[in-house]
Nanobody, 126 residues
Framework: AQLVESGGGLVQPGESLTLSCTASKFFLRYYAIGWFRQAPGKEREGVLCISSSEEISVYSDFAQGRFSISRDHSRNSVVLQISSAEPDDTGVYYC????????????????????WGQGTQVTVSS
């Protein structure tokens, strides 16, 4: 995979977590990058996306408020921050791109996102 996620781990409820998506073979700044998660026993769902012009798309209601996405050009990364983590945030988090400038709209995510990272596990538990 050309995308690599990092930053996952075990956190306690209420703590914050920062996940990073990086690439070694291309510059992320030129493409829309989305974050997804797959909870145990559930389908993968979209979280947030940031376009090349840094417009943000929210893919799921749960992502409103506690989740944020941003770019760190100095590290060629896209960061997903989770604040006040909850047990339901547990899952594997993936970043992906469809190689476009704009964020794909909800409803066509599985078609539009074609390059995926291997994922990073997040476990929220006391």
């Amino acid at each position: 995979a050309q995308l690599v996620e990092s930053g996952g781990g075990l956190v306690q409820p209420g703590e914050s977590l920062t996940l990073s998506c990086t690439a070694s073979k291309f510059f992320l700044r030129y493409y829309a990058i989305g974050w997804f998660r797959q909870a145990p026993g559930k389908e993968r769902e979209g979280v947030l996306c940031i376009s090349s012009s840094e417009e943000i798309s929210v893919y799921s209601d749960f992502a409103q408020g506690r989740f944020s996405i941003s770019r760190d050009h100095s590290r060629n990364s896209v960061v997903l921050q989770i604040s006040s983590a909850e047990p339901d945030d547990t899952g594997v988090y993936y970043c992906a791109t469809g190689w476009g400038l704009s964020c794909p709209r909800a409803g066509v995510l599985d078609i539009e996102y074609t390059e995926w990272g291997q994922g990073t596990q997040v476990t929220v538990s006391s």
